[in-house]
């Protein structure tokens, strides 16, 4: 059964910084792109950032500079290191295996994910 759990949100004042953590199991995590999500409050879900078995990165326009992506396939873990938070970066965010565009794979289903809150 594919599985992904997210963890390491919390709340945080602008400017601070969090490490989103994604544990997998269920598949070869070393054989796939794997991306983060987020849904802010009202809003549709997005891509934030993908990494992809080669470990090439790509990030939205909104987090670019600001975020890093990373993996440890050692570990099965994904990696999301966001700096320099806005009170946009407010949502939960959820990781999955994907395609090189970002596009989730069919096969599999969103874990609870993680929620980030800026506030001060």
């Known amino acids: 059964q594919v599985q992904f759990v997210e963890s390491g949100g919390g709340l945080v004042q602008p400017g601070g910084s969090l490490r989103l953590s994604c544990a997998a199991s269920?598949?070869?995590?070393?054989?796939?792109?794997m991306s983060w999500y987020r849904r802010a409050p009202g809003k549709q879900r997005e891509l934030v950032a993908t990494i992809t078995v080669g470990g090439n990165t790509n990030y939205a326009d909104s987090v670019k500079g600001r975020f890093t992506i990373s993996r440890d396939n050692d570990e099965n873990t994904l990696y999301l290191q966001m700096n320099s938070l806005k009170f946009e970066d407010t949502a939960v965010y959820y990781c999955r295996h994907s395609d090189q565009s970002g596009t989730p794979l069919a096969w599999g289903s969103w874990g609870q994910g993680t929620q980030v809150t800026v506030s001060s």
């Open positions: 269920g598949i070869y995590f070393s054989d796939f792109t």
